[in-house]
């Protein structure tokens, strides 16, 4: 195995950054980089402890004043003997140290190399991997608490007990078989089904999790749509903290989808700014409401918006009527509410109405409302979760899982042959060592890698 580098911090100008190494000679090549103050070896200084020192090239010559660290092997991230330099935080600095711990020997990391070592090493496991990146990539508090704790193994744990419920089930019947001489007590049909239907039961609450999951990671995508000067583009440059779209008095303003993030009642949403919904001979606007009626049916919240100054005009009534029938979530919100009141009412939407709130984007009046009725579509789970799928490889994997044991449970019941029992019961294992990496392929290890950044 070869020793890899990698500068582990983004290249931007701050306060400090850190130069990462791992593999056989990463001490070896820390001590030829990095010369402590105390006149003594790096290697003399206690792992996991930090160093003061300067950091040179090849020529002897002072690039930095840093502190430097290296981990034992089996101690360490990667589980390999790791080094880290952390430099002053200016890119030049960290590309020169970079250049000369690859003149000292070391290569080029490649992207989630580091991980990659510590998941062949046994150090991380693929969920505790793949949180890697959604904590380094959470949006909001939710996102990264999630990820915080299934890198601390809740995800694995849930599926590791499946997991040994399933071995149990074929190790005993391999057993019975293997070993007919044998005094091994086969367990009965109706302690096999019992088994089955628990694991069943616990891969179908883990599944189910996935909906939020996906909301915690990407967000809602939210279709904002209404008539031309509805207040469309104003709620989102509210919502956005800033003018991220076009407002002015002018119908038709807005006449392509503009997108923005934000967060709202704990809810990270996607914010999705529509062409006014109105007929138009205008060939440009034409095709601005025509990718406003995608927007809303590529969306999982829809804020439907009407003038709250006015009575409800024609083009209100169509709005409503392509909200309710986009069998989404949605909200009906009334804007302009600095201006009157009352004009419009949830009365407009027949006898099942959605949640109504009545704003400002002037004053703001209402947008506590409209956090509320958010929150209230999208619940948050409980704060210590951890076990929420936020992919389709971990959905994936464990559908498979639960629909294998939902086959032998079937078998079961039905009467066929232990052997159909156990060739389900083991493609559920599969799959849930997919979902870990005990089982997983090779190129699907790498794809999952293939996602993190250098350095990681």
């Known amino acids: 195995m070869d020793t890899i580098a990698a500068i582990a911090t983004p290249l931007a100008r701050s306060a400090f950054g850190i130069v990462r190494l791992s593999g056989p000679d990463a001490l070896n090549i820390l001590e030829k980089l990095f010369t402590p103050v105390n006149g003594k070896p790096v290697s003399a200084a206690r792992p996991r402890s930090m160093v003061y020192g300067c950091v040179h090239d090849a020529q002897g010559r002072v690039i930095d004043?840093?502190?430097?660290?290296?981990?034992?092997?089996?101690?360490?991230?990667?589980?390999?003997?790791?080094?880290?330099?952390?430099?002053?935080?200016?890119?030049?600095?960290?590309?020169?140290?970079?250049?000369?711990?690859?003149?000292?020997?070391?290569?080029q990391a490649k992207p989630g190399e580091f991980a990659r070592r510590a998941f062949l090493n046994g150090k991380l496991d693929l969920t505790e991997a793949e949180a890697i990146v959604d904590l380094v990539d959470a949006e909001t508090a939710e996102a990264a608490r999630n990820a915080a704790l299934q890198l601390d193994g809740a995800l694995r744990t849930l599926a590791e007990d499946a997991y040994g419920k399933l071995l149990d089930i074929t190790?005993?019947?391999?057993?019975?078989?293997?070993?007919?001489?044998?005094?091994?007590?086969?367990?009965?049909?109706a302690e096999t089904e019992a088994a089955l239907a628990e694991i069943e039961a616990s891969l179908d609450r883990l599944l189910a999790t996935y909906a939020r999951g996906k909301i915690v990671k990407n967000g809602v995508a939210t279709a904002i749509i209404g008539a031309p000067n509805a207040g469309k583009s104003s709620l989102l440059n509210r919502l956005a903290g800033f003018d991220r779209a076009i407002v002015t008095d002018i119908p038709g303003t807005t006449r392509d989808t503009v997108e923005e993030k934000a967060l709202v009642g704990g809810v990270l949403l996607r914010l999705i700014d529509t062409a006014g919904?109105?007929?138009?001979?205008?060939?440009?606007?034409?095709?601005?409401?025509?990718?406003?009626?995608?927007?809303?049916?590529?969306?999982?919240l829809i804020l439907a918006l009407a003038d709250g100054s006015r009575g409800p005009a024609r083009e209100d009534l169509e709005t409503l009527r392509l909200a309710q029938g986009a069998g989404k979530p949605w909200i009906f919100v009334a804007t302009k509410k600095d201006l009157a009141a009352g004009g419009v009412t949830p009365g407009l939407?027949?006898?099942?109405?959605?949640?109504?709130?009545?704003?400002?984007?002037?004053?703001?009046?209402?947008?506590?409302?409209?956090?509320?009725?958010?929150?209230?579509?999208?619940?948050?789970?409980?704060?210590?979760?951890?076990?929420?799928l936020t992919n389709a490889r971990q959905a994936d994997a464990v559908s498979r899982a639960r629909d294998a044991v939902r086959s032998a449970l079937d078998?079961?019941?039905?009467?066929?042959?232990?052997?159909?029992?156990?060739?389900?019961?083991?493609?559920?294992?599969?799959?849930?060592?997919?979902?870990?990496?005990?089982?997983?392929?090779?190129d699907m290890v790498a794809r999952i890698f293939e996602r993190f950044c250098v350095g990681k």
Request: overall charge negative; aromatic content about 6%; hydrophobic content about 40%.
């Open 277 to 300: 919904l109105r007929e138009t001979d205008d060939a440009v606007e034409k095709l601005g409401v025509e990718r406003s009626r995608r927007a809303v049916e590529q969306a999982d």
């Open 349 to 388: 939407c027949g006898q099942d109405p959605p949640p109504f709130v009545e704003l400002s984007n002037v004053t703001g009046e209402g947008f506590d409302a409209l956090e509320a009725a958010v929150a209230a579509l999208f619940p948050a789970p409980p704060a210590e979760s951890g076990t929420l």
């Open 65 to 107: 004043h840093p502190l430097a660290v290296w981990f034992a092997a089996g101690k360490s991230y990667t589980g390999d003997v790791d080094a880290e330099i952390h430099c002053h935080g200016s890119p030049v600095v960290l590309g020169e140290v970079l250049s000369a711990a690859f003149a000292a020997g070391a290569r």
């Open 411 to 442: 078998a079961l019941r039905g009467g066929m042959t232990p052997d159909v029992v156990l060739t389900e019961a083991e493609a559920a294992s599969n799959a849930l060592g997919e979902l870990t990496g005990r089982t997983a392929r090779e």
């Open 171 to 189: 190790s005993r019947f391999y057993a019975v078989v293997d070993y007919p001489d044998e005094d091994i007590a086969d367990a009965s049909p």
